[in-house]
T-cell receptor
Framework: DAKTTQPNSMESNEEEPVHLPCNHS???????IHWYRQLPSQGPEYVIH???SNVNNRMASLAIAEDRKSSTLILHRATLRDAAVYYCILRADSSYKLIFGSGTRLLVRP | SQTIHQWPATLVQPVGSPLSLECTVE??????LYWYRQAAGRGLQLLFYSVGIGQISSEVPQNLSASRPQDRQFILSSKKLLLSDSGFYLC????????????FGQGTRLTVV
C-alpha cells in the first residue's frame, strides 16, 4: 500500500476552518483517499473518501490535488468535539487491507 | 441496520494466561473483518483480516491468532499473554466494495499484569 505523510499535530480555534494536509506522492491510479478520525478512547470513524474529484459530506470536505499527490481534509467550522486524531489512508480498489499511519492530532482551542 | 459488538470492554489478565476476544456483526452477511491493536499513545496496527469463513490473513507474526468460525464472528486469541500484548483492541468490518467505509467496534482495553 502506498504511504501517506501527515503533520504530527495541528491546532485550531473553535468555529474557525481547519485544513488538514496529507501527502501521498506514490499514489497509484486505483488508490482511493480515505479519511478517518479517532476520538479519545474510541474506535476510528469514517469521515470521507474520494478518488479524483473533490468531495463534500455533512462532516467535512475533501480537496484532492490535480496530480493526486496530496489532499486536504477541510473542517469548515471546528468544534471542541472535532478534537481527535485524523488519519489519511490510501486504499487500492483491489486491496482488502486498511492500513493506518500515525495521523494528525488536532487540538481545538475554545 | 448493521451493528458491531465487541466484548469485553476492559480486561485485566495475568502474564501467561490465555485470551479470547470476540467480535460479532449483525445486519449484514459476508463482511470483511479486521482486528487491530493500539498500544498506549501509538497508532493502529492491523493484526488480522478475514474475507470469509475460515480465511485468515496475518499481518504481523506474534503471540496472537485469529479465527472466523462463522460468517459474522471473528475471534482473537492467545495461548499465553505477554506484557507487550497490552493495548486497545479494535474489531472492524467492511461490506462490499473495498472503497466503502469501515465500521469499528468500541474496543477492548486489555491490560496484562
Amino acid at each position: 500500500d502506498a504511504k501517506t505523510t501527515q503533520p504530527n499535530s495541528m491546532e485550531s480555534n473553535e468555529e474557525e476552518p481547519v485544513h488538514l494536509p496529507c501527502n501521498h506522492s506514490t499514489i497509484s491510479g486505483t488508490d482511493y483517499i480515505h479519511w478517518y478520525r479517532q476520538l479519545p478512547s474510541q474506535g476510528p470513524e469514517y469521515v470521507i473518501h474520494g478518488l479524483t474529484s473533490n468531495v463534500n459530506n455533512r462532516m467535512a470536505s475533501l480537496a484532492i490535488a490535480e496530480d493526486r499527490k496530496s489532499s486536504t481534509l477541510i473542517l469548515h467550522r471546528a468544534t471542541l468535539r472535532d478534537a481527535a486524531v485524523y488519519y489519511c489512508i490510501l486504499r487500492a480498489d483491489s486491496s482488502y487491507k486498511l492500513i493506518f499511519g500515525s495521523g494528525t492530532r488536532l487540538l481545538v482551542r475554545p | 441496520s448493521q451493528t458491531i459488538h465487541q466484548w469485553p470492554a476492559t480486561l485485566v489478565q495475568p502474564v501467561g494466561s490465555p485470551l479470547s476476544l470476540e467480535c460479532t456483526v449483525e445486519g449484514t452477511s459476508n463482511p470483511n473483518l479486521y482486528w487491530y491493536r493500539q498500544a498506549a499513545g501509538r497508532g493502529l496496527q492491523l493484526l488480522f483480516y478475514s474475507v470469509g469463513i475460515g480465511q485468515i490473513s496475518s499481518e504481523v507474526p506474534q503471540n496472537l491468532s485469529a479465527s472466523r468460525p462463522q460468517d459474522r464472528q471473528f475471534i482473537l486469541s492467545s495461548k499465553k499473554l505477554l506484557l507487550s500484548d497490552s493495548g486497545f483492541y479494535l474489531c472492524a468490518w467492511i461490506y462490499g466494495p473495498m472503497n466503502t467505509e469501515a465500521f469499528f467496534g468500541q474496543g477492548t482495553r486489555l491490560t496484562v499484569v
